[in-house]
């Protein structure tokens, strides 16, 4: 249903020498992944993020959530600590062919983005009919 992919995965010590260098540099979203019934869900912290910059595209089936996390400077404060990221919050996930990805919906609730995604319909298990044989018939009278 879902391949999770960390492409460029960086140490700690490349992203303290260069993380400030580069500046805003995007950042990956945890997230949570399930299925309940037929629906699966994706929930996607996204704390401090302005709800109208949560951007939700599927092309073919890959899921790209953006969002935009900013920073508010006042003027006349220094910062002494700065953990917090800001800038682009970029996560993509691949989804399988037995969901059904137009008709995904989104809320926004909390700092937690929910994307519910339907498993397709000639995804979901099915009964089969058996048929007997008009031999088998036969035999049994």
Not at 91 to 118: H, W
């Amino acid at each position: 249903m879902l391949l999770r992919t960390v492409p460029f995965r960086s140490s700690a010590a490349f992203d303290q020498v260069f993380g400030s260098a580069i500046g805003s540099r995007g950042v990956s979203a945890p997230l949570d992944a399930y299925r309940d019934g037929d629906t699966f869900f994706v929930e996607i912290d996204l704390p401090g993020v302005d709800p109208a910059s949560i951007d939700a595209t599927v092309d073919r089936n890959v899921l790209t959530v953006r969002a935009e996390r900013a920073r508010v400077e006042r003027e006349g404060v220094r910062r002494v600590i700065s953990e917090r990221p800001a800038g682009t919050v970029t996560r993509r996930l691949v989804l399988g062919d037995s969901l059904d990805t137009d008709r995904l919906e989104a809320s926004y609730d909390a700092g937690v983005l929910t994307l519910s995604i339907p498993v397709a319909e000639q995804a979901k298990p099915r009964k089969i009919e058996i048929g007997v044989a008009q031999r088998e018939l036969a035999n049994a009278q």
